[in-house]
């Protein structure tokens, strides 16, 4: 399993960046105009019909259907997301995400945030395995590649649309 971390210094307090981040609008904000993400369906814990995602946020059990068409061509990349775990305590924050039905074998990210002062750090913690078995883990490492552009843009967007 490849492991890959990205961390940026927000100039905005851990309330700010954590309200954003842990709400659907964050992550649409977030992701690059290229991967052309499609949020298809979000359901609340126990299929609980009073969830509101709005007022919610991303809470254990909530599961989020999306779809994305890198590029814009070709068919359409499918995969739900299910939020295993979220806590916030003095000073920190986060929630972990699990790709429960998509194109990789594993795919595990944490989204962490800590206080500094007047300023946040986030930081995306991935752990994922390619399909595709021996070849995919051979490959594995190259994954990195296609992840940092993407977390740079989120990255880079967290601090435009925070500071």
Known sequence: ?????????????????????SRIEGLEAL?????HLRVEAIRGPDADPEFDPDADGLVPGTKIRLSMQPGGVGPRIRWTS???DRAVEDGSAYFVDEMVD?????W????LFY???????????????????ALGRAVGPLGVLGLEPMFRHRHQRTKELLE
Request: charged share 30%.
């Open 1 to 21: 399993m490849e492991t890959y971390e990205r961390s940026v210094r927000v100039g905005a307090p851990l309330a700010e960046v954590w309200d954003f981040h």
């Open 31 to 35: 992701t690059p105009p290229w991967l």
């Open 82 to 84: 299910h939020i295993t």
């Open 102 to 106: 998509g194109p990789f074998r594993t």
């Open 108 to 111: 595990e990210h944490a989204h």
């Open 115 to 133: 206080a500094d002062g007047d300023e946040t750090v986030a930081r995306d913690r991935l752990r994922y395995e390619l399909p595709f078995g």
